[in-house]
C-alpha cells in the first residue's frame, strides 16, 4: 500500500489506493523516484511484485504512457525485472539512478544539503549520527564534567550574571599559551591569544575583518560547509582545490595564484573535515612558499588536530606568525555545548579582531572560560583527550573494517581521528541512499554538504565515534 507517497510492503502483490483516494498526479519522473527510493529504503524487497502497468496508472492517476517509460527506465538501471505473463518485480540486486532525482512536485530544492544538518540536530538520542560531527555523549564522564560545574560555579559567581572580558578570560589565556605553546613553538603570550565562541565566531570574525565582496579566495574541496556558508554570506568568490591524501593539490593552488589576486586560502591542516587527510610537511613549506611570493592570508582551521596523538608541525608553527592566522575550538573535543574556541595571531592582527568581536558578540559567556581554566588547569582535559585519541583509534579500524567488507571505498584511511570519507562504486548519487537511512532512523551527512560548489556526488561523511556496526549492517551492507 501507499503511504505518505511511500511504499510500504505487504504480503504479496503490493496495494495501491482505490480509486477515491488517488495521489496526486506523477510523472514518469517523479514514479522512477518513488519507486527507486521505496526500493532503496526496503519498502519494496527484492524478488517483489509491483503493480502492473494498467494498475499503476489508475492506482496513481499517471498516464499509461508514463507508467511504460517509467518501468523501462527501472529496468535498464537494473531496479526492477519482468517476468513474462507473471508481471514486474524488484530486481533482487537494484541499482540507483546515475543521476540525482530532482525535487519532488510542491518540495523546495536543497543544494547545499541544509535539510540534512537540520536532520543531524534534531536526531533524538536513539538516533544513529553517523554524519555529525561531535563525540557521543557516552564518549564524555559527565559527572566529573558535572563537578567542574558545580566547583566553578562555588568560586566564580560573578561569572554568571557579569560580561566576562572580550579577550578572553586573562587566567583562560594563560592556560592556552601552557596548553599551545609545545605544538606551535613560537613564543606565544597571552596578547596572542582571542577567545571566540567556538571556531564558527573565530571564521566569521576573520572573514568579515580580512575578506571583501567579490575577494577570491580558496578552500580545501571538500570542506567545512560552515566555512563555504560564511563566505558566500559575505560575497566572497569560492575557489575549491581539490583535497589529496597529503593535503590540497598545490598544482591546482599555484595555477589560481597565478592567474590572478587570491586574497585568502582558508585550509585544515590535521585530521581534514570531512577527509580525515593531513598536511604534509613538503605540501606545507610549499604552500608558505606560494604565500609569500602571492601576499596570500592562510588561515589555518586546526578545531580537530587534539585528537592527534603525535606531535605533527602546524602551518602557523613553520611560519611563525608571519601570515598565518591559527584557529582551534574545544567544542569539538570537550563538549558542543561549550563554545569556546581561540585564535591565535600577532597582537595588533588580534586587537582589530577583539574590537570587531566587542562590538558583534561582546564577550564568550565568563562561565564558559572558567569552566574551560580548571579543566585545564588540573589536567582533566588533557586525560580526556588521551581516552578519546584510544576510543578513536579503535573506532578508526573496526569502521573501516566493517565498511571495507561491505563494499565500500575510502578516500583516505586514517589512524585517527572522527572522520572517513567513503562511497560505493553501485551509489554514484547517495540520495535515495541517504533518505532510506533516514526512515532507519540513520542520519548521514551528503558529500554535497562539503562541496564548495554544493555539486551532488557519491560521497558521504562518517563519524566513526558513532559507528554500530550492527545498526549500520542492514543499510550499508545491503548496497
Known sequence: ????????????????????????????????????????????????????????????????????????RLESQGAIAVQPGLGYFVAVRPEVPAACAPARPGEAPDPHGIKAVWQLFRGGEHSLKLGCGWLPARWRDTHALARVVRRTANFAHSSLVEYGDPQGYLPLRQKLVVHLEPRLGVGLTTEHVLTTLGATQALDLIIRQYIA????????????????????????????????????????????????????FFINSRLHNPTGTSLADHKAFRLLQLANVHDLLLVEDDVYGDFCSEAQSRLVALDRLHRVIYIGSFSKTLSANLRVGYIVA???????????????????????????????????????????????????????????????????????????????????????????AFELNILLAPGALFSASATPGPWLRINVAHFDAEAARPLFHWV
Open 1 to 72: 500500500m501507499l503511504h505518505k507517497g511511500r511504499y510500504i510492503s505487504s504480503p504479496g502483490a503490493v496495494m495501491a489506493p482505490h480509486a477515491d483516494q488517488r495521489q496526486p498526479a506523477l510523472d514518469a519522473e517523479s514514479l522512477v523516484f518513488e519507486l527507486t527510493r521505496a526500493i532503496a529504503d526496503g519498502a519494496l524487497k527484492p524478488g517483489q511484485r509491483i503493480p502492473s502497468i494498467r494498475q499503476m496508472s489508475a492506482r496513481r492517476n499517471i498516464s499509461f504512457h508514463s507508467v511504460v517509460s517509467a518501468y523501462e
Open 213 to 264: 565582496p567579490g575577494d577570491h579566495v580558496l578552500v580545501d574541496d571538500p570542506c567545512n560547509n560552515g566555512l563555504v556558508q560564511l563566505l558566500r554570506l559575505r560575497g566572497a568568490h569560492i575557489i575549491g582545490i581539490p583535497r589529496q591524501q597529503d593535503g590540497p593539490d598545490m598544482d591546482a593552488v599555484a595555477t589560481h595564484l597565478q592567474s590572478g589576486k587570491v586574497r585568502a
Open 346 to 436: 600577532p597582537p595588533t592582527t588580534l586587537q582589530t579582531l577583539a574590537d570587531l568581536k566587542l562590538m558583534t558578540s561582546v564577550a564568550v559567556p565568563g562561565f564558559c572560560e572558567r569552566f574551560l581554566g580548571v579543566m585545564l588547569e588540573d589536567g582533566a582535559y588533557e586525560r580526556h583527550l588521551q581516552a578519546v585519541r584510544r576510543q578513536l583509534q579503535t573506532s578508526q579500524a573496526a569502521a573501516q573494517q566493517h565498511l571495507l567488507a561491505w563494499g565500500w571505498e575510502l578516500f583516505h584511511a586514517p589512524g585517527e581521528g572522527m572522520f572517513l570519507w567513503i562511497r560505493h562504486p553501485q551509489l554514484p548519487c547517495t540520495q535515495a541512499f541517504i533518505e532510506a
